[in-house]
């Protein structure tokens, strides 16, 4: 083999390997996408118990606007998955312990809230673990979910995730909070669209990572929607009664 050739062939493999690397770091983000995740991974999904409907939030613990989502939820009996930053939590872990004491389901949501597949495996790890440690200090219990920064998953944080014993769970309807001028009648009905029995509903109860007046609008979503779920028959709760994860 000639050295041209020889040094094409070379440069090839490495291609193909950063190639591969690539994938194997970023390709999990797929699933960030609604259609593919709810066609090819329901589970991923938070598809489930077809009279269920799983009921999570994201982004908090937040002394602001946490305690309002808690007491509508204890207004209306209903319990939920409450996916937590990390970051958050240590600034106010009694809060933390107040979800947990309420009967809701605590999960790890990071320790920031980065984008995954732009960050070194080592990080990652790092982020997940950190959280975890965190939540299991401040609510007497190691969380069993996951949930990644905006839903995108990657290769390492799979792997870190299995090594925690974290399953993750993504959604199938979201309120969208965040989008400009979004009141609570918009947020339900951006929800409205995809509810439906088994499926999995993402609102914020935090708006640490959303522009102002955004958990707000949730807020008045959630009690819209728990409304509907109560005329169609649907049960509410969280991702655990969801026929998801082993108990």
Do not use: K, N
Request: hydrophobic content about 45%; overall charge neutral.
């Amino acid at each position: 083999m000639s050295g041209r050739r020889a040094g094409a062939t070379a440069a090839t493999a490495a291609l193909c390997a950063a190639a591969a690397l690539a994938v194997a770091q970023a390709g999990p983000g797929l699933t960030g996408l609604r259609p593919v995740r709810r066609l090819l991974f329901p589970r991923l999904t938070g598809q489930g118990d077809p009279g269920h409907v799983a009921l999570t939030f994201d982004d908090g613990p937040d002394p602001e606007s946490t305690p309002l989502f808690l007491r509508a939820l204890a207004d209306c009996q209903v319990r939920a998955t409450f996916f937590v930053l990390g970051s958050m939590v240590e600034r106010a872990p009694e809060l933390a312990a107040e979800l947990a004491a309420a009967g809701h389901e605590v999960g790890v949501h990071g320790f920031e809230h980065r984008y995954l597949p732009a960050r070194f495996p080592a990080a990652v790890r790092s982020d997940l673990r950190r959280a975890t440690d965190v939540i299991a200090a401040a609510t007497g219990a190691r969380p069993r979910l996951f949930r990644p920064p905006y839903g995108v998953l990657s290769g390492p944080a799979l792997l870190a995730a299995r090594e925690l014993d974290l399953t993750p769970v993504l959604w199938g309807a979201w309120g969208r909070e965040w989008t400009p001028g979004s009141t609570p009648e918009s947020v339900f009905a951006t929800l409205a669209g995809g509810l439906d029995g088994g499926v999995t509903v993402l609102l914020h109860d935090s708006g640490c990572t959303s522009p102002p007046g955004s958990w707000q609008a949730g807020l008045g979503a959630l009690r819209l929607l728990l409304a509907e779920c109560a005329a169609r028959g649907l049960r509410v709760g969280p991702v655990g009664e969801h026929g998801l994860i082993a108990r």
